[in-house]
């Protein structure tokens, strides 16, 4: 099925968003990222049926021609460049070396944090500038892997969001990788895991709801949480959702003060979820 993006001139039948969901070509189901049904979809969110088609019309388009990276030598090359390190970890609140366990690197104009697979091969680079965040074209979405951190540890292992929580973690010395997204890196991460029955804590973002068109209220950042949770139960020892008790997430809890042994006794009051 061909699929095409919302814009803002034919936002989403299902969530009226002009961002993020899809349609198929003839009109007649979308793909809601924001709206729950019975059925989900394999690249995330959910399939709705659509009782009228949409008049629909793509313009043909040439293909994009995505240029094939090597991103191993790519990110070695931005890390030899790196530059302005010790503003940037005082932008963030983490260490300088924090952010060299994840190989930081300069582009020109932004830093830039590798993505790895489940084997530790750079698969894309995450860049992070004054205008936002986004990625070198070609990238896949995998996971940020600092140094030192090992797959096969009987330590306990935390899963957090992005690269610059996972440096917030790093300084309080928790053996932690981070994931592309509150969605993404999933199946990464399961093959990560893998045989190793490690006991693992998500640490999930403390998100302002979000309104679904039926009124419903959702939270990215737990949603993702119990996603991932229930994709590695079966092969992890235990699993625990965590989320900061006052702040957005671990970097701005970091910021506020937090010791490991704060964040330690937080994790350590929690349930089980698997």
């Known amino acids: 099925m061909n699929w095409l993006r919302v814009k803002r001139d034919k936002p989403c039948a299902v969530c009226g968003k002009p961002d993020w969901c899809s349609v198929s070509a003839d009109g007649t189901v979308a793909c809601c990222m ?43 090359r931005y890390a030899e460049n790196l530059r302005d390190i010790d503003k940037l970890a005082e932008n963030l609140g983490v260490s300088i070396r924090s952010l060299e366990r994840l ?26 500038g004054t205008k936002g965040k986004w990625a070198v074209p070609g990238s896949r979405n995998g996971i940020f892997w600092p140094e030192g951190v090992y797959s096969g540890s009987d330590w306990p292992l935390v899963i957090c969001e992005g690269p610059t929580d996972c440096a917030a973690l790093l300084d309080m010395e928790f ?26 804590i998500i640490m999930a973002d403390k998100d302002e709801p979000k309104e679904r068109p039926d009124g419903s209220v959702w939270f990215p950042g737990q949603e993702g949480a ?11 020892r235990s699993v625990k959702i965590v989320k900061p008790p006052f702040h ?4 701005d809890w970091r910021k506020a003060g937090a010791t490991r042994q704060a964040v330690q006794s937080v994790i350590s009051n929690m349930r089980y979820v698997a």
């Open 175 to 200: 053996d932690v990788i981070g994931r592309p997204s509150c969605l993404g890196g999933v199946g990464y991460i399961v093959e990560f895991l893998k045989g190793r029955r490690r006991d693992v």
């Open 248 to 251: 957005k997430d671990i970097r």
């Open 103 to 128: 190989e930081v690197g300069w582009n020109g104009q932004a830093h830039t944090f590798p993505m790895r697979d489940a084997r530790e091969r750079v698969i894309g680079i995450r860049v992070r």
């Open 226 to 236: 119990m996603r991932l949770s229930k994709a590695i139960a079966p092969i992890a």
């Open 34 to 76: 924001r709206t729950e049904s019975p059925k989900e979809c394999k690249s995330g969110g959910w399939f709705h049926k659509l009782t009228e088609p949409l008049n629909y019309r793509p313009m043909p388009q040439k293909p994009k021609r995505v240029p094939v990276q090597d991103f191993v030598t790519l990110a070695s």
